[in-house]
């Protein structure tokens, strides 16, 4: 069974940090990709990041890039999203998801939804 376990959310000040983590496992993990989407409330779905584990390649969000940082520990199988300068517009819910694969340009197909984490951004 796929699984991906999401953690790393809370409440931050504007111009704080917060790290996501999305643990993997039920699935060769070196075969896919895996990425956060985020959705605010008023707000579409919107593709954050993404990292092609095989490869290292990935992809930001014009929104995020140079304050938000994804890598990889392929040891245990996790990915990390490193969110740096955080403001208002950040807040919302973060679901990692595992993806056929993913491009500098573009997130591939959705394969499997994590569970979100609520990422909150106060003055």
């Known amino acids: 069974e796929v699984q991906l376990k999401n953690s790393g959310g809370g409440l931050v000040q504007a111009g704080g940090s917060l790290r996501l983590s999305c643990a993997a496992s039920g699935f060769a993990f070196d075969r896919y990709a895996i990425g956060w989407f985020r959705q605010s409330p008023g707000k579409g779905l919107e593709g954050v990041s993404c990292i092609m584990i095989s490869d290292g390649v990935t992809y930001y969000a014009d929104s995020v890039k140079g304050r938000f940082t994804i890598s990889t520990d392929n040891a245990k199988n996790t990915v990390y999203l490193q969110m740096n300068n955080l403001g208002n517009e950040d807040t919302a819910v973060y679901s990692c998801?595992?993806?056929?694969?993913?491009?500098?340009?573009?997130?591939?197909?959705?394969?499997?939804w994590g569970q979100g984490t609520q990422v909150t951004v106060s003055e």
């Open positions: 998801v595992q993806l056929q694969y993913c491009e500098a340009s573009k997130f591939g197909s959705v394969l499997t």
